[in-house]
């Protein structure tokens, strides 16, 4: 089993930037795929991005295109998002996530989650 960290997470005002961590331990994730997911208030979890485990391979929701940016290092164990441009809409919990097989946007497709990081973006 897996244990996932995210941090990295405050409060901005639109247009700044933020970079989420998710540090990985009680075994490597080399070889897993990693996404990132977002849930606001009163709203579904949502697929943010994510990254194959050689990053070679990176997806992202349309709305965070051009925006967002996932990364990940192997040798730390962690996976990151680097949020440019932010938006008020941009406000929720952001999960990471390890990738079991599927669907990239599907949150059945992963099986480890983090706790989460609280981003809040104002206007």
């Known amino acids: 089993q897996v244990q996932l960290v995210e941090s990295g997470g405050g409060l901005v005002q639109a247009g700044d930037s933020l970079r989420l961590s998710c540090a990985a331990s009680?075994?490597?994730?080399?070889?897993?795929?990693m996404g990132w997911f977002r849930q606001a208030p009163g709203a579904e979890r949502e697929f943010v991005s994510a990254i194959s485990w050689r990053g070679d391979s990176t997806y992202y929701a349309d709305f965070v295109k051009g925006r967002f940016t996932i990364a990940r290092d192997n040798a730390k164990n962690t996976v990151y998002l680097q949020m440019n441009s932010l938006k008020p809409e941009d406000t929720a919990v952001y999960y990471c996530?390890?990738?079991?097989?599927?669907?990239?946007?599907?949150?059945?497709?992963?099986?480890?989650w983090g706790q989460g990081t609280q981003v809040t973006v104002s206007s």
């Open positions: 996530a390890r990738f079991r097989g599927g669907a990239w946007y599907y949150s059945a497709s992963y099986d480890s």
């Open positions: 009680g075994r490597t994730f080399s070889g897993l795929g």
